[in-house]
C-alpha cells in the first residue's frame, strides 16, 4: 500500500501536543496547524490513542495530551500507529510463470523490500518527538523577528 499522510499528520500532531506539554489541545487547534480537516485529525489521533500515545478529555478544559514523555515516544511509533501493511508495495498479482524474471522477481524484491523497512523502521526509531520539539525551537529561534508597528 505505502505510505499515507497519516504519518505526517500524526507526527505534526504528536508534536504539537509536546510543544505545549501540559496544556491540553483541541482536534480544531492542531488542525489549524496543519491547515486541515479538525475530523482528519479525529481520525489520526483515535489511531494514536488506541497505541496508547495519546488520550483525550472532554468537558470545557478538555483536549487531547500525550499519554507518555516526548522522549518515550519516536517517529516509528506514531507510523506505526496509523500505517497498515508494508511501505513499499508488492506486485498486485503473481507475476508470469513462463519468464525468468517474472519466476524470480517476487523473492529477490521481498528481500530487498524487507531491507529497506528495516532501514525505515530504525531510522525512525532513533528520532523522538522531543528531538522533533528541540529542532522546531532551533528552528524558530533563526527566524528573522518580524518588524512590529
Given at each position: 500500500?505505502?505510505?499515507?499522510?497519516?504519518?505526517?499528520?500524526?507526527?505534526?500532531?504528536?508534536?504539537?501536543?509536546?510543544?505545549?506539554?501540559?496544556?491540553?489541545?483541541?482536534?480544531?487547534?492542531?488542525?489549524?496547524?496543519?491547515?486541515?480537516?479538525?475530523?482528519?485529525?479525529?481520525?489520526?489521533?483515535?489511531?494514536?490513542?488506541?497505541?496508547?500515545?495519546?488520550?483525550?478529555?472532554?468537558?470545557?478544559?478538555?483536549?487531547?495530551?500525550?499519554?507518555?514523555?516526548?522522549?518515550?515516544?519516536?517517529?516509528?511509533?506514531?507510523?506505526?500507529?496509523?500505517?497498515?501493511?508494508?511501505?513499499?508495495?508488492?506486485?498486485?498479482?503473481?507475476?508470469?510463470?513462463?519468464?525468468?524474471?517474472?519466476?524470480?522477481i517476487q523473492g529477490l524484491l521481498e528481500d530487498e523490500f524487507q531491507a529497506a523497512e528495516r532501514?525505515?523502521?530504525?531510522?525512525?526509531?532513533?528520532?523522538?518527538?522531543?528531538?522533533?520539539?528541540?529542532?522546531?525551537?532551533?528552528?524558530?529561534?533563526?527566524?528573522?523577528?518580524?518588524?512590529?508597528?
Amino acid at each position: 500500500m505505502g505510505v499515507s499522510s497519516r504519518s505526517a499528520v500524526a507526527i505534526h500532531a504528536l508534536t504539537m501536543l509536546a510543544r505545549w506539554n501540559g496544556k491540553s489541545l483541541t482536534s480544531a487547534e492542531i488542525a489549524d496547524s496543519l491547515a486541515s480537516n479538525p475530523v482528519l485529525v479525529r481520525r489520526i489521533l483515535g489511531s494514536l490513542r488506541v497505541a496508547g500515545l495519546v488520550w483525550s478529555a472532554e468537558g470545557r478544559n478538555g483536549g487531547w495530551s500525550l499519554a507518555r514523555p516526548a522522549a518515550e515516544i519516536t517517529l516509528h511509533d506514531a507510523y506505526a500507529a496509523v500505517e497498515d501493511g508494508p511501505v513499499l508495495s508488492r506486485h498486485p498479482h503473481p507475476p508470469s510463470a513462463e519468464c525468468e524474471v517474472g519466476r524470480n522477481i517476487q523473492g529477490l524484491l521481498e528481500d530487498e523490500f524487507q531491507a529497506a523497512e528495516r532501514a525505515m523502521a530504525e531510522r525512525l526509531g532513533r528520532t523522538t518527538i522531543a528531538d522533533l520539539v528541540r529542532r522546531v525551537l532551533e528552528a524558530e529561534r533563526r527566524l528573522p523577528v518580524p518588524h512590529r508597528r
